[in-house]
């Protein structure tokens, strides 16, 4: 146990997979990059890990007040997210590809704009709301620590995983480019994680 959190190995994990997901905050990192370097790709970064802590602690205050209030209620909340998970991952796995989003990136103020687009996905919440039950664990919970650690590991392996992202966008552009399928099969393996994942939580309680 460590800090009140479940399994913190499968936890660091989870965020490592979920960072892979297609989505406007990697096609905003990769076109950032594209048009001011590696310095703009990391301040989108920043905006992006900005943006994401913001949103967390919003779904923070939602699951610490039903551990709080309705302790027996939060074993439900726990089972609707590992549902949520699997829900999901088949979405990802049975949507029809299409083309990616269209993201108007400006050149200059790239933490700002970057920041300004995970802000505006509110999706964010409700998987925040899901994804925290589910490593908590109610009888060592340490309370704002607990959510604090977990939001630190979010934000570090975020900042992580955009300088990898940065890093070969910037130098491997024009390959990166000729792969438009990479960003589908990338899809599926998510969505193929995020079942197994929400099955294992589930049957594991």
Same mark, same amino acid.
């Given at each position: ?65 039903? +551990?709080? @209030? ?9 089972? #609707? /997210?590992? *549902? $949520?998970?699997?829900? &999901? ?54 309370? +704002?620590? @607990? ?9 570090? #392996? /975020?900042? *992580? $995983?955009?300088?990898? &992202? ?40």
């Amino acid at each position: 146990m460590f800090f009140g959190i479940a399994d913190y190995p499968a936890f660091a994990l989870a965020i490592l997979i979920f960072l892979l997901i297609p989505g406007p905050g990697n096609l905003a990192l990769v076109t950032s990059t594209g048009k001011g370097g590696i310095r703009a790709g990391l301040a989108a970064g920043m905006g992006i890990i900005l943006g994401d802590q913001v949103l967390l602690w919003l779904a923070v205050a939602g699951v610490a007040a039903v +551990l709080t @209030t309705y302790p027996a209620a939060f074993v439900a909340v726990q089972w #609707l /997210g590992a *549902a $949520y998970l699997v829900w &999901l991952g088949w979405r990802m796995l049975s949507a029809e590809p299409g083309a990616p989003p269209v993201l108007n990136i400006k050149t200059g103020h790239y933490l700002r704009q970057a920041m300004a687009i995970t802000l505006l996905n509110p999706k964010a919440v409700v998987f925040y709301m899901a994804f925290f039950p589910l490593f908590v664990d109610p009888a060592h919970h340490q309370g +704002l620590l @607990t959510f604090a650690v977990m939001a630190l590991t979010i934000a570090t #392996l /975020g900042f *992580a $995983y955009c300088l990898v &992202l940065v890093t070969l966008t910037h130098t491997l552009a024009e390959r990166l480019r000729a792969m438009p399928r990479l960003g589908r099969t990338l899809e599926r393996l998510v969505g193929i994680f995020l079942i197994g994942f929400g099955i294992k939580l589930a049957v594991s309680r």
